[in-house]
């Protein structure tokens, strides 16, 4: 086939590799962990938060909660759950484009805002593709029995405090699923240049934070590529690389107890409507 395709083209001969065929899977096998007991959460406009594993888990408990499996690079399997992400902070931006908002300054008027004045659940269907994403927010607000919001920085600080509420939700099921508690959670695309979002997330589920790369993706394609080569040896090898390639922030948790205890309201106001 490769000859046709050569003789077709013009093209020389070259080598064909297959790499690991979906983008979350290249941007976890570029993620630079060196210990073996973590998890991940491939943040952009959707949230996949999981673990490695080296079998698959095919059970009643991980239907249940909604994980899937993946494979993943070197035979291991990604177990993992996806979630609405940063997507709802893009649509309220869009919507209030005549007040020509960029990023850093939505995420400065959430720190200003006061903290936990509501929650909202991230993958509620509402949320999908509303034509007004505010308005949808504030009528989940309302069906919950929550105070609506005017303020647009007091309206970004609830959905990232949300989010990272869900992220902390999702940590506890993979705690459950694995049997032993993630030592570190890795943080990996877009998402991660939300420092506050980085920051809310190590404070809900109480482990450290470390950033990977915002372009895990197109990174963990390249060293697959090189895996194939022979070039690196193993995905412990590419994860050195990368480790030792780029620069890396770790958030430590801050205020928990206040957090676990919002957690609980979270889930009482979003669960129960």
């Not at 919950?144 to 869900?166: C, P, W």
Request: proline share 3%.
């Amino acid at each position: 086939m490769d000859g046709i395709v050569c003789k077709t083209t013009g093209l020389n001969k070259i080598p064909v590799i297959a790499v690991a065929t979906h983008d979350t899977n290249s941007a976890i096998a570029a993620i630079p962990a060196i210990e073996d007991n973590w998890a991940f959460i491939s943040s952009g406009t959707w949230s996949l938060m999981g673990f490695e594993s080296q079998t698959p888990i095919i059970n009643d408990k991980a239907f249940q909660l909604n994980f899937s499996n993946e494979g993943g690079v070197g035979h291991t399997f990604d177990i993992l759950k996806n979630h609405t992400g940063l997507w709802i902070l893009q649509q309220c931006r869009n919507a209030w484009k005549n007040k020509n908002y960029d990023y850093g300054t939505l995420v400065q008027m959430a720190e200003l805002a006061k903290p936990f004045k509501g929650y909202i659940d991230i993958d509620d269907m509402q949320f999908l593709n509303p034509s007004d994403i505010p308005e949808a927010i504030n009528n989940f607000l309302k069906t919950t029995n929550q105070n609506t919001l005017e303020d647009d920085g007091q309206m970004v600080r609830i959905i990232l405090e949300s989010l990272a509420l869900k992220y902390a939700e999702t940590f506890h099921q993979i705690t459950d699923l694995k049997g032993t508690q993630p030592e570190k959670l890795y943080l990996s695309g877009g998402g991660l240049n939300n420092e506050v979002l980085c920051q809310y997330t190590a404070n809900a589920t109480g482990v450290p934070v470390k950033t990977g790369l915002t372009e895990g993706s197109a990174a963990g394609n390249i060293m697959v590529q090189a895996l194939g080569k022979g070039t690196v040896k193993s995905l412990e090898g590419i994860r050195k690389i990368i480790a030792n390639s780029f620069e890396s922030k770790t958030y430590y948790p801050k205020q928990t107890e206040l957090w676990k205890e919002k957690a609980l309201e979270y889930s009482a106001k979003i669960y129960h409507k």
